[in-house]
């Protein structure tokens, strides 16, 4: 009998010790590690003998060999397949995570039903509810009569025997995968071990069968998937669904993906009878616009292959605190940072005594640099007390020195702001840019922007006036 040997996981990052300690070296948290059966055990349990076989010769196979591959499965909501980059791809593993009813187990339930009734076998495992509050759950959102199969169920070893009784399925939804529990692993439900152990066996079911496993994983309240980092590692896509709970929109993003773009949006609104599609997001998100206030700024951005125009808004206020605030929704702060300090050094348009509030409306997150010149222009709008034309769109890097950078897609932007009524857009000085029917004004500087913004200088001026000979 094979000495038995253990080692101790981190259950926040996944690192292993070989002796219990305080503190994790891998991630620096403390108490996180758990004694675990080591890799060796848990084969024997498995298998009931030993691992120690002879592995078998493979014959090697060259990479412009045919090959036989199944066609996606498209699930018809067009922004779910979108973001799995043209839909699911028989046998891979898809882990979907979400803040606690951001609407995770409604966009797998609606999807669960569209595929069966396409023709698809579905099987639905819930470890979280009782079947029949899935079931009210389906009837509100008009699919209790789709063929989806319903299991409550969380051990692993019931669900792979259910599943390998009945027909092959197309699609398995596992929801959630930290309720899972599976005897393989010797721990608490929950914990890394246990949660790792049971997608393993739900992820080779899903490479043997063909079927595509969708598991739910929950955030934590650092924004990370529960626990286990080591679970996206392990499938092949990794989606997330968010969005402001305050706001019906919710926001699937893809991660990772190993069969298409990760930079692909799908942008839903919660309605009472579920997720409805939102098939052209920038006239959601620039719905209730006021265009007669000084601070709002329309940006023209790209989310994956498709443009959406979002407001930027900003609001700078003369500040009572010693360290003034800087408070950012859907941005980043370090990049405000930098735009600020952009304007002082270059622009001379000092804020250092300022409040400023910058968001971007409808709970939308940007992550693009190229939104760096409709902030300025939010934040030289409301420092000036100045409206600006509610007709233009804004986009722009903004480099150190003070100029502003060509980015990428100038022509689609251009195109989706005419397409809503945009008549004018100011751009990075680049050449070729097609206007698609906005009147194109090119900025080099953004002291530029500055002048055109507010040519008459601010109120309380700190900053200087432009020399008045023009
Ligand atoms: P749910 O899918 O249960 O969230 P998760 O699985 O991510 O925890 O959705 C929960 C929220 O969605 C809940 O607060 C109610 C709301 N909701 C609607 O507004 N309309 C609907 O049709 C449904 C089914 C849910
Ligand atoms: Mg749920």
């Known amino acids: 009998m094979a000495k038995r040997q253990s080692h101790f996981v981190c259950q926040e990052c996944g690192a292993v010790h070989s002796r219990w300690q305080g503190k994790c070296e891998g991630c620096g948290s403390w108490n996180t590690l758990v004694e675990e059966a080591s890799a060796e055990d848990i084969m024997t349990k498995a298998t009931g003998k030993a691992s120690r076989t002879k592995g078998k010769r493979l014959s090697l196979s060259r990479l412009d060999e045919p090959i036989d591959e199944a066609p996606r499965i498209l699930s018809g909501i067009g922004e779910f397949d979108r973001v799995t980059g043209g839909g699911l791809v028989p046998g891979s593993a898809v882990l979907i995570g979400g803040d606690p009813g951001i609407g995770k187990s409604t966009l797998l339930l609606q999807t669960a039903a569209a595929l069966s009734r396409a ?27 789709a063929p989806v199969s319903l299991a409550a169920e969380t051990s692993v070893e019931t669900i792979l025997e259910t599943l390998a009784a009945g027909p092959a399925p197309a699609l398995v939804v596992i929801d959630s995968i930290q309720t899972l529990h599976t005897s393989i692993a010797e721990a608490a439900p929950g914990t890394v071990t246990q949660v790792r152990a049971s997608a393993q066996a739900l992820i080779r079911y899903a490479k043997l069968s063909g079927a595509v496993v969708i598991l739910v994983g929950h955030v934590t309240k650092d924004g990370q998937l529960a626990g286990p980092r080591v679970v996206e590692h392990m499938v092949d896509a990794v989606l997330t669904f968010d969005g402001d709970p305050s706001h019906a929109f919710r926001l699937l993003r893809g991660v990772k993906n190993r069969f298409g773009p990760t930079d692909e949006l799908g942008v839903f609104e919660m ?82 005594s300022h409040d400023i509030y ?67 857009a100011i ?44």
């Open 119 to 145: 023709g698809h076998h579905v099987v639905y495992v819930t470890g979280e509810e009782a079947t029949a509050q899935v079931q009210l759950r389906a009837r509100r959102l008009g699919a209790d009569t």
């Open 271 to 352: 309605t009472g009878g579920g997720l409805a599609e939102v098939v052209n997001p920038s006239e959601l998100f620039l719905g209730e616009r006021d265009v007669s206030s000084p601070g709002a700024a329309v940006f023209a951005g790209m989310e994956g292959t498709r443009p959406l125009l979002v407001e930027v808004q900003a609001l700078v206020a003369p500040s009572r605190l010693g360290t003034p605030r800087r408070a950012v929704i859907g941005w980043d702060s370090a990049r405000l940072s930098m735009v600020l300090a952009v304007l002082e050094a270059r622009c001379g348009l000092v804020l250092s």
């Open 358 to 424: 910058l968001a971007v409306a409808g709970g939308m997150r940007i992550a693009e640099p190229a939104a760096d010149l409709a902030v300025a222009a939010a934040l030289i709008s409301s420092r000036a007390g100045v409206a600006l034309p509610g007709d233009l769109v804004y986009f722009g890097e903004i480099s150190l020195s003070g100029r502003v950078r060509a980015v990428p897609h100038s022509t689609g932007r251009l195109k989706e702001a005419a397409k809503l009524g945009f008549t004018g």
């Open 427 to 470: 751009v990075p000085p680049q050449a070729g840019a097609e206007g698609g029917g906005a009147r194109v004004s090119e900025v080099a500087l953004l002291a530029d922007l500055v002048h055109r913004i507010a040519p008459n200088g601010f109120t309380d001026e700190r900053s200087k006036p432009p020399s008045g000979d023009d």
